[in-house]
């Protein structure tokens, strides 16, 4: 029987755990691939898949949470992170975080593997109604993802079992989820989600750890993009 104290954590990793694997298995699903393939070129299919797996992850990470919120009366938004900035504590913790974090994106930008992997649409290409989609789906994506791992998953978790073990829960997890973008990723969200765990149970809100992923997530994509000799940018 699970008690009523631990029934909102089990929610929000039930949430998760659903969530998570039908995002992951569905966005990277061939048959989404051969979708876009069908109906454009190359270039213009892999960016069509690109930004529709931003989409499905909008959608299976954010609906099972919402779901779990509403039926578990001991679980608000408000709660979780979801609340208006009324001083300027995240602005604090957005700039002394975004200062540790910038230097350490643009000292990976010089690697070879980094231009491997970024930007993540592969366009030679980029024209104004580009970066506008890849900016927005970013940020939609980004708002999902961070209100499933710092508000749901920390704001659920820490309740039952105090904040450093819902530190723990979440940046394990965290972390694990980076395993696909290979070891030096992976090994610098350690340091990362705890800052964001941080800086939400500190302030009491998602905004810091939503601003500075939103942030390094575009500084990934377009320093790349900037360095690369072979892109044009079309702003006209």
């Known amino acids: 029987m699970i008690q009523f104290e631990s029934r909102g954590a089990v929610g929000a990793l039930a949430a998760f755990t659903a969530g998570y694997f039908l995002y992951w298995f569905v966005a990277n699903s061939s048959g989404l691939r051969r979708f876009w393939e069908k109906r454009a070129s190359p270039e213009a299919a892999q960016a069509s898949y690109i930004l529709s797996q931003r989409g499905v992850g909008i959608?299976?990470?954010?609906?099972?949470?919402?779901?779990?919120?509403?039926?578990?009366?001991?679980?608000?938004?408000?709660?979780?992170?979801?609340?208006?900035?009324?001083?300027?504590?995240?602005?604090?913790?957005?700039?002394?975080i975004s200062v540790a974090v910038v230097p350490l994106v643009l000292a990976f930008s010089r690697s070879p593997r980094f231009f491997r992997t970024y930007p993540l649409i592969r366009r030679k290409s980029w024209d104004l109604r580009l970066i506008a989609a890849n900016t927005v789906s970013w940020g939609l994506y980004i708002l999902i993802y961070e209100f499933l791992f710092r508000g749901l998953l920390l704001g659920a978790c820490r309740r039952p079992f105090g904040v450093w073990p819902a530190v723990l829960v979440n940046v394990a997890l965290y972390m694990c989820v980076h395993l696909p973008y290979g070891f030096l990723v992976t090994l610098g969200s350690l340091p990362l989600g705890i800052a964001m765990c941080l800086a939400t149970v500190h302030t009491g809100s998602i905004w810091t750890a939503y601003v500075v992923h939103l942030l390094v997530a575009l500084l990934n994509d377009y320093v790349a993009l900037a360095a690369n000799p072979r892109a044009r940018v079309r702003l006209g």
Do not use: H, N, Q, T
């Open 59 to 96: 959608l299976f990470l954010g609906a099972p949470a919402v779901l779990v919120i509403l039926l578990l009366p001991e679980l608000r938004f408000r709660d979780l992170g979801l609340k208006a900035i009324d001083s300027p504590v995240p602005l604090y913790w957005m700039l002394g």
